[in-house]
Nanobody
Framework: QVQLVESGGGLVQAGGSLRLSCAASGRTFSTYAMGWFRQAPGKEREFVAA????????GYADSVKGRFTISRDNAKNTVYLQMNSLKPEDTAVYYC??????????WGQGTQVTVSS
């Protein structure tokens, strides 16, 4: 397993941008697919974006396509989520997760993103 720590959350006005970071410990970071999920109050945790081990393949939820970009820097053991054109409905706790081909087995503690209207 890897240990994951998210940062970069905060309060932003609608239309603004934030970049989340997720720092991973361990020498095997580059072997994991990485993902971002979010959970709004009273709702289930939902998938936001994912990236494969090399960064060559990405996937997004329909609700964020064209606005969010996931990327990774394997030299820095870090995955990023660039969030543009933020909407109030993007307000949630954002979690990063690691997938070792056995499912999303490692999770961070989450970072709060609040978008005001």
């Amino acid at each position: 397993q890897v240990q994951l720590v998210e940062s970069g959350g905060g309060l932003v006005q609608a239309g603004g941008s934030l970049r989340l970071s997720c720092a991973a410990s361990g020498r095997t970071f580059s072997t994991y697919a990485m993902g971002w999920f979010r959970q709004a109050p009273g709702k289930e945790r939902e998938f936001v974006a994912a990236i494969n081990w090399s960064g060559g393949s990405t996937g997004y939820a329909d609700s964020v396509k064209g606005r969010f970009t996931i990327s990774r820097d394997n030299a820095k053991n870090t995955v990023y989520l660039q969030m543009n054109s933020l909407k109030p409905e993007d307000t949630a706790v954002y979690y990063c997760a690691a997938n070792s081909n056995e499912g999303w087995g490692s999770w961070g503690q989450g970072t709060q993103v609040t978008v005001s209207s």
